[in-house]
T-cell receptor
Framework: DTAVSQTPKYLVTQMGNDKSIKCEQN?????MYWYKQDSKKFLKIMFS???????INETVPNRFSPKSPDKAHLNLHINSLELGDSAVYFC???????????????FGPGTRLTVL | DQQVKQNSPSLSVQEGRISILNCDYT??????FLWYKKYPAEGPTFLIS?????DKNEDGRFTVFLNKSAKHLSLHIVPSQPGDSAVYFC????????????FGKGTSLLVTP
């Protein structure tokens, strides 16, 4: 009964490939997020998304795109992978923005992506 | 431009004593602050939060203090336990950022028996 789950946990791939990371939450939350933790352990927001709005961090390359088939899922697609994309990617979710608990985000276990 | 800073990368405390983790921020628009705890190979876990309209919030052994004028917050853990050993991230958010969390780089806390 994991609240926020991600697959795969580890992903090793070659430069130039296209890959996806899946995220699912069973908390009934309306907003989902993707964060990147780089080699310096710095956690940085990439996207936030609910059924009304996608907010993209301007520093995120357009090779990265979130895809949400439904409210419980927010998958991350990455095209033409580069060495610098190697990092741990965390998915998170929270209540709709109008809710009082909107700031408390629940995180998945992370996906460690290694680009060779 | 890092808006949330945790200047101590690590902290070691003896079991039973107080752990104090510090965090500074630069964006005066931040209106909500959170502390997350993270174990290796796991995602961050929410610990405690505080709204900018308060200066203190307490939850069991954990207390967060906010000094808005100094743009500083701290997390106190009393008494510290070995199970508290983890990386602690300070985070801040505001409505203009769509409630995305701005994280510090974390402080690794080690509680020794």
């Amino acid at each position: 009964d994991t609240a926020v789950s991600q697959t795969p946990k580890y992903l090793v791939t070659q430069m130039g490939n296209d890959k996806s990371i899946k995220c699912e939450q069973n908390l009934g939350h309306d907003t989902m997020y993707w964060y990147k933790q780089d080699s310096k352990k710095f956690l940085k927001i990439m996207f936030s998304y609910n059924n009304k709005e996608l907010i993209i961090n301007e520093t995120v390359p357009n090779r990265f795109s979130p895809k949400s088939p439904d409210k419980a899922h927010l998958n991350l697609h990455i095209n033409s992978l580069e060495l610098g994309d190697s990092a741990v990617y965390f998915c998170a979710s929270s209540q709709d923005r109008g809710g009082a608990r909107v700031n408390e985000q629940f995180f998945g276990p992370g996906t460690r992506l290694t680009v060779l | 431009d890092q808006q949330v800073k945790q200047n101590s990368p690590s902290l070691s405390v003896q079991e039973g004593r107080i752990s104090i983790l510090n965090c500074d921020y630069t964006n005066s628009m931040f209106d909500y602050f959170l502390w997350y705890k993270k174990y290796p190979a796991e995602g961050p876990t929410f610990l405690i939060s505080i709204s900018s309209i308060k200066d203190k919030n307490e939850d069991g052994r954990f207390t967060v203090f906010l000094n808005k004028s100094a743009k500083h917050l701290s997390l106190h853990i009393v008494p510290s336990q070995p199970g508290d050993s983890a990386v602690y991230f300070c985070a801040a958010s505001d409505i203009n950022s769509g409630y995305a969390l701005n994280f510090g780089k974390g402080t690794s806390l080690l509680v020794t028996p």
